[in-house]
């Protein structure tokens, strides 16, 4: 049964995703865009996993394990953490306004899905069919960091990336190798804990996370 | 694993570690640059092995040299040494002057030696993956690095670099897991299958379209970290903003290192695609950034910014020699690579102290060098000359090389880089030469001695060598640059 | 080719649309007081305004056209029809022909017209602005209503309502992952058109915020009876529709007089389930400005869009 709908639901999930990743463009609270961030981690855990129970590589086990680990519960926690500590606005401000986001959003999703049909034509894999979600969503991801203007929001897009990544990765050859994921799962968190630093010293040298005001050095 | 290449990577990884948990400021910088002599010493050992014995590959094949690497190895832990050595004073003197906590200092000295780790985890490592995670972690090593004093400006110029590079190597991900798609048909899935070596004997089975693909995402993503106009936007605020030993390192290292990670790339993508399409791209953006470049330098006014943007510039060089291709211009690529990153670092070292000296990096306020401090002002001077490719210094041959080539194969760019490297000249020897020469203000001249006496032996071992390689090349040498071209195709 | 069952399912269906829209209101109000702790209105209870409604005296404007007089029955007939062409029972139905998505839209889109023209008609000024924002959602719902049903025409090969339902209903079980996307679009725009909360507020006499009630305003006696009866079957339409494509089990295929017996109670079931979600989703949300409605329906466009890509892309 499952086997059978196995691929179906793969799809599902990988829809899920994008929809997920949409869900982020146009959130304008900070708290529901990392609660969104920890959607879309434990969206990608399931389809890992699934397709891990589905092909039988074991070692995609381990990626889907770190996914939940690192995506839904240690980055998310940070988050909450250091939204809590920093005491920053509750809202997220955008550079360009919400739906015209959304329609170059939509113009990005159908770049990402023309990219991605030569190459999921190549692929042997039963997930070919969401690489082209997969992109979408590094792209869409790509825009939040664009178009927003607080550091916070830009981290999380930064975060989002990297699980549209993971996703790719599956999609296209069942995972990196496992060395490999352990090496950037390791690098996302000691840039988290980085990242965290950070935010603090920006803090406490403007009184905000606004990084309009980083924009004072420009070309004289 | 031979005993050297296990010296070369755990050196700066102890020296990290030890630095970060017990580095006391008042010895933190002899440690800092006894492990950067102890990783040259390694580095050395290295390349007479690989000299005796030829390429070996070690640990199952996930870690290799050839002379393509091992070249850059020695450069990267020669370089590492001259500014750790550079940077103790001038440290200290930023300590002294209130820029830096006694806390700072220690992160400063860990992370320089954790830097230095993973360029050189970048250089040896066979495995695309694993360069990937050691590029990434070279970036975040950095950031705090330039974010180390504090300001506004230099927070900014790390937010800046974090999110630029950060969203680059996240492109470079999407490249290597495509490629890593192409190479598991032939090669099986597994570690083994992202082997450079294993992918360089195969990539004529690579599927084309994938590669062309897989190469624009690497472009991009590792051309961020090289600087490659229109991606170039946090080099000159990094540079600019972070303490001058950081912009020496990433100026003279870092840059190479991330040129090193796509020429590799460079390699299997022309092999699989049997058209040039990847020297193409590296061509045009290598052309675009010297041309970009030398239209910045005369705008600017901070002088460490102005050496960013020339670095911009001679990157630019270089991928352009890389994209070339051939046994004349890799070999002048390569060339190039050296004396830019010798010649760069010690300029960077003078600028330090000169600005310490005159208390700004503003060009216009500092003048005189030559009379507050003949040696930083001659230091400077020759620098510059060196720079801007006069004989006898070496960056002349490489330039030459690099432009006669050019003259002879794509004759459509060589105007545009003889009109480039004129303005850069005229850019930069105008603004120098008033700040060596020029009438110093007479509140500098009255200026106490700095508290630390300034470390100028590393800057005229650099030029010394630029000097060396501009009138004689030892055979040796020139025999393993012409391997190292070989590689490169 | 008409068959009898063919014709019993229409007539049924038909019948049972005119007769349970109110009920389908009372019991979506009924399931909001409850959410909201409120002492509930019997469910009869819509039924019994329109009975007082039909008894009552019609007063009309001095200056009320004869479309004034003419709008109710012509909006309850489009709705009427509306109703008649959406399969709820069985897909077999002698209407099929004529039974299109796109027809359907333009059913709809009549009876908004007519609606916006009455609300006109007098010229008071809260017709005129509830005309104008009438049509301002309309003209944004409705787009997104019709990407919704192509993802639902493209899945079947079809844009005949029956068709889809039969696709959907009968063919082996896929998941379909753009119809998620298209279910979501298709929420919001049912939630604009029915001037449900966060779009509007049908129990509301706000004059600020109101859209369907203002255009209404004018309206007494029979005339106001027809209109709330119309908007009970508008409200019918649109959860059957939301049934054929979503949840389409249950449905009778041609001259199965047994599933057209079971066919009932599944309809409604599904009816009630989906009243109870609908005031759930109202309790939840809140109100929102009235600029803010073409970013919500805005919204629901482009997820319709991302349901039609999501289709080309994973299920081709």
Redesign the interface.
Known sequence: MLQHYGPQLINLLASLMLLLAFAMLAQRRIMSLINLFAAQGFTLFLSTALVAWLTDQSHLYGSALLTLVLKVIALPWILHRLIRRLNVKWDVETLINIPSTMLIGIVLVILAFNLALPIALLAGTLTKGTLGIALACVLLSFLMMITRSKAVPQVIGFLSMENGLFFAATAAAYGMPMVIEFGIALDVLVGMVILGIFFFRIRERFDSLDTRHLEKLKEH | MPLEMLLLLASPLAGGLVLALTGHWRWAAEANAAFSALTFAAAVALVTRVVAEGPFEALQRQFFVDPLNVFLVALTAFVGMTTALFSRPYMRVERQHGRVSDGGMRLYHSMYQLFTFTMLLVLTTNNLGIMWVAMEAATLTTVLLVALYRSHASLEAAWKYFILCGVGIAQALLGTILVYFAAEKILGAGPDALLWTQLDTVKGQLDPAVLSIAFVFLLVGYGTKVGLVPLHNWLPDAHAEGPTPVSAVLSGLLLNVALYALIRFKVITDGALERPFASNLMMGFGLLSVAVAALFLSRQRDIKRMFAYSSVEHMGLITFAFGLGGPVASFAGLLHMTMHSLTKSAIFFAVGHATQKAGTQIMAEIRGLIRLSPTIGWGLTLGTVAILGLPPFGVFASEFLILTQAIARAPWAAPILLVSLGISFAAILGKVQPMVFGEPQLSLLSKSRLPYRPALLPVFAHLLLVLMFGLYMPPYLANWYRQAALLIG | MISLSGVVAQFTELVLAVLLAPLLTGWVNQCRAWLQNKSAPPLLQPYRMLAKLFQKEVVLAHNASPLFRAAPYLIFGCLCTAAAIVPTLGTDLPLNAAADAIALVGLLALARLFTALAGMDVGTAFGSLGARREMLVGFLAEPALLMVLFTASLISNSTSLATIAETLAHKEF??H??L??AG?AFTMVSLAENARIPVDNPATHLELTMIHEAMVLEYSGRHLAMIEWAVSLKLFVYSCIGLVLFLPFGIAGGGDWLGLVLALPALLAKLAAGGALLALIEMLSAKMRIFRA??FL??AF??A??AV??H????R
Not at chain 3, 312 to 315: D, G
């Open positions: 896929v998941i992952p753009s998620a996307f979501i073409p970013e805005g919204t482009l997820l869009v991302l890509l999501v080309v892309l994973l299920e």
